[in-house]
C-alpha cells in the first residue's frame, strides 16, 4: 500500500469510526445511569431539582429548583406536597402534588431573581420565632454565569408561598473564620494573586489552603454557590457552601431570624474542592456528605465527619457501596431526608440536555456496626457499571 493510499483509508476510518466509537461510548454512559421518572399525582416527571424535603404540620414539603426543559437558567423553586400520612418508607413514591411556583423569576430589570437568572439547591427552614418560611438558595445573576456566588433569601407565611425576596448577597464580607488567630490572618494576607497566575500547582493549593481567596474575597464577600442547611439541636442554625471558586467549603451561622449572618463561620476541608453538601448529625456526630466538583456529570462521594461545626473535620471512605458506587450511581448529592427513624440521602442525576428531566435518586442511609454511614447502591445488575 503507498502512502497516499494508506493516508486516504486511515482518514476515512477516522472520519466514521471514531465519531461512531465516541457514540457509542456517550450512549453507553448515558444509559449506565437510567432511572426512572419520578411522577406526580398528574403523572408528570417532578421539576424539583437540588431540593430538600421536611415535614410541617399535616403535609410532606419539597422545594426545589424548577428548570426549563432546555436551557440552562430558571423558572423559580417549586412545590410538591405529601400528605404527612403518606408512606415514607418509599418516599420517592408518595403521592406528591405539584403546588406550582413559590418562587417565580421575575421580570424587573437588575433584580437577583430576573428572567434570565439561575436559581440552584433552594434549602426551607421554618423559623419559629419569625413565624416565617425562610428560604435560602444559590443565586447567580442574569447574563453572568457563576460569577456573582451569592445567596439569595425569600421569606412567606405560609408553605404554599408565595415568597418574596428579602435580598441577595455574598456571606461575612470583611470577618474571617471564627478560629482564624491573627498568625492565621497575617498568613492568608501573606499570598499575592499575582505570583500565583497558574492554578493546580502545588505553591497554588498551599496559598488556597491557607487563605488566598479567603482574602481576596474579603470586602466583597465570600462566594457561595452549591449549598445546604441545618438546624442544629440548639437552634444554631448553619448555611453550608461551596466557597473560594468551589475549593473550600464554609459552615456560616445564620442569624436567629435566618436572614442573614452573624459572621461565626469556619472553613471545611480548605482546597479540597467539594460540591454538593448534605449533613445529618448522629449521636453527637455530623456526617457531611459531599460531591467533588465536576460540573453536571457525577463523581465519587466524599465524607467528613466533625464532633463540632468548628471542626476538625475528619474525610473517610465514600459510604456508597455495591454497583455504581465509585460515581455514585450517576447522582449527586443534595439532602438528608429523615422520615421517622429513617434517612434517604437524596440525589439529582443531572440531564444538562434538560435539566426538568433530571431524575431523582433517593438512597436509605444507614448507620453500620462500626457506626459509620453506608448507602446501598440502588443497581439492581451490575451489568455495565463500576
Ligand atoms: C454542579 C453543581 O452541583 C450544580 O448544582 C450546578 O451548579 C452545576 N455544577 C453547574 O455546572
Redesign the pocket.
Same mark, same amino acid.
Given at each position: 500500500m503507498n502512502i497516499r493510499t494508506f493516508v486516504m483509508l486511515f482518514g476515512t476510518f477516522c472520519m466514521t469510526c471514531i465519531p461512531a466509537f465516541a457514540q457509542q461510548r456517550n450512549r453507553n454512559n448515558r444509559q449506565r445511569f437510567e432511572y426512572p421518572a419520578t411522577p406526580d399525582t398528574n403523572g408528570h416527571h417532578v421539576n424539583a431539582h $437540588?431540593g430538600c424535603i421536611f415535614r410541617h404540620g399535616d403535609q410532606w414539603l419539597w422545594y426545589g429548583e424548577a428548570r426549563p426543559q432546555w436551557g440552562f437558567t430558571s423558572e423559580g423553586v417549586a412545590l410538591y406536597t405529601a400528605p404527612a400520612s403518606a408512606d415514607m418508607t418509599d418516599p420517592q413514591h408518595a403521592p406528591w402534588q405539584n403546588r406550582g411556583l413559590v418562587l417565580r423569576v421575575v421580570d424587573e430589570e437588575g433584580s437577583p431573581i430576573e428572567r434570565g437568572c439561575i436559581i /440552584? #439547591?433552594p434549602k426551607v427552614l421554618w423559623n419559629e420565632k419569625t413565624q416565617l418560611f425562610v428560604m435560602l438558595f444559590?443565586s447567580e445573576l442574569k447574563g453572568r454565569g457563576?460569577e456573582a456566588a451569592q445567596t439569595g433569601f425569600a421569606t412567606s407565611p405560609k408553605a404554599e408561598g408565595p415568597f418574596t425576596l428579602h435580598h441577595a448577597a455574598r456571606p461575612n464580607p470583611n470577618r474571617w473564620p471564627a478560629d482564624f488567630a491573627e498568625a492565621d490572618i497575617k498568613k492568608a494576607k501573606s499570598y499575592k494573586l499575582a505570583d500565583y497566575k497558574e492554578w493546580w500547582t502545588e505553591p497554588w493549593r498551599e496559598a488556597i489552603r491557607y487563605g488566598m481567596f479567603l482574602f481576596r474575597d474579603m470586602e466583597r464577600g465570600q462566594m457561595s #454557590?452549591?449549598m445546604t442547611v441545618f438546624v442544629d439541636d440548639d437552634g444554631t442554625a448553619w448555611h453550608i457552601f461551596s466557597s473560594e471558586d468551589n475549593l473550600t467549603l464554609h459552615a456560616a451561622e445564620l442569624t436567629p431570624d435566618y436572614l442573614g449572618y452573624t459572621g461565626r463561620y469556619y472553613r471545611i476541608a480548605p482546597g479540597g474542592q467539594n /460540591?454538593?453538601p448534605t449533613i445529618i448529625k448522629r449521636d453527637g456526630t455530623y456526617w457531611l456528605l459531599c460531591?467533588g466538583?465536576t $460540573?453536571?456529570d457525577p463523581n465519587e462521594a466524599r465524607l467528613f465527619s466533625a464532633k463540632s461545626m468548628a471542626g476538625p473535620w475528619t474525610q473517610h471512605p465514600s459510604p456508597c457501596k455495591g454497583p455504581g458506587a465509585r460515581l455514585t450511581y450517576g447522582a449527586?448529592g443534595t439532602w438528608m431526608l429523615q422520615a421517622g427513624d429513617k434517612v434517604f440521602f437524596m440525589a439529582d442525576v443531572?440531564n444538562?440536555r434538560s435539566l426538568a428531566n433530571s431524575r431523582h435518586l433517593w438512597m436509605p442511609l444507614t448507620f453500620g456496626a462500626d457506626g459509620m454511614p453506608v448507602v446501598q447502591s440502588p443497581i439492581q445488575s451490575p451489568m455495565g457499571q463500576e
Amino acid at each position: 500500500m503507498n502512502i497516499r493510499t494508506f493516508v486516504m483509508l486511515f482518514g476515512t476510518f477516522c472520519m466514521t469510526c471514531i465519531p461512531a466509537f465516541a457514540q457509542q461510548r456517550n450512549r453507553n454512559n448515558r444509559q449506565r445511569f437510567e432511572y426512572p421518572a419520578t411522577p406526580d399525582t398528574n403523572g408528570h416527571h417532578v421539576n424539583a431539582h $437540588g431540593g430538600c424535603i421536611f415535614r410541617h404540620g399535616d403535609q410532606w414539603l419539597w422545594y426545589g429548583e424548577a428548570r426549563p426543559q432546555w436551557g440552562f437558567t430558571s423558572e423559580g423553586v417549586a412545590l410538591y406536597t405529601a400528605p404527612a400520612s403518606a408512606d415514607m418508607t418509599d418516599p420517592q413514591h408518595a403521592p406528591w402534588q405539584n403546588r406550582g411556583l413559590v418562587l417565580r423569576v421575575v421580570d424587573e430589570e437588575g433584580s437577583p431573581i430576573e428572567r434570565g437568572c439561575i436559581i /440552584e #439547591r433552594p434549602k426551607v427552614l421554618w423559623n419559629e420565632k419569625t413565624q416565617l418560611f425562610v428560604m435560602l438558595f444559590h443565586s447567580e445573576l442574569k447574563g453572568r454565569g457563576y460569577e456573582a456566588a451569592q445567596t439569595g433569601f425569600a421569606t412567606s407565611p405560609k408553605a404554599e408561598g408565595p415568597f418574596t425576596l428579602h435580598h441577595a448577597a455574598r456571606p461575612n464580607p470583611n470577618r474571617w473564620p471564627a478560629d482564624f488567630a491573627e498568625a492565621d490572618i497575617k498568613k492568608a494576607k501573606s499570598y499575592k494573586l499575582a505570583d500565583y497566575k497558574e492554578w493546580w500547582t502545588e505553591p497554588w493549593r498551599e496559598a488556597i489552603r491557607y487563605g488566598m481567596f479567603l482574602f481576596r474575597d474579603m470586602e466583597r464577600g465570600q462566594m457561595s #454557590r452549591d449549598m445546604t442547611v441545618f438546624v442544629d439541636d440548639d437552634g444554631t442554625a448553619w448555611h453550608i457552601f461551596s466557597s473560594e471558586d468551589n475549593l473550600t467549603l464554609h459552615a456560616a451561622e445564620l442569624t436567629p431570624d435566618y436572614l442573614g449572618y452573624t459572621g461565626r463561620y469556619y472553613r471545611i476541608a480548605p482546597g479540597g474542592q467539594n /460540591e454538593a453538601p448534605t449533613i445529618i448529625k448522629r449521636d453527637g456526630t455530623y456526617w457531611l456528605l459531599c460531591s467533588g466538583c465536576t $460540573g453536571w456529570d457525577p463523581n465519587e462521594a466524599r465524607l467528613f465527619s466533625a464532633k463540632s461545626m468548628a471542626g476538625p473535620w475528619t474525610q473517610h471512605p465514600s459510604p456508597c457501596k455495591g454497583p455504581g458506587a465509585r460515581l455514585t450511581y450517576g447522582a449527586q448529592g443534595t439532602w438528608m431526608l429523615q422520615a421517622g427513624d429513617k434517612v434517604f440521602f437524596m440525589a439529582d442525576v443531572w440531564n444538562p440536555r434538560s435539566l426538568a428531566n433530571s431524575r431523582h435518586l433517593w438512597m436509605p442511609l444507614t448507620f453500620g456496626a462500626d457506626g459509620m454511614p453506608v448507602v446501598q447502591s440502588p443497581i439492581q445488575s451490575p451489568m455495565g457499571q463500576e
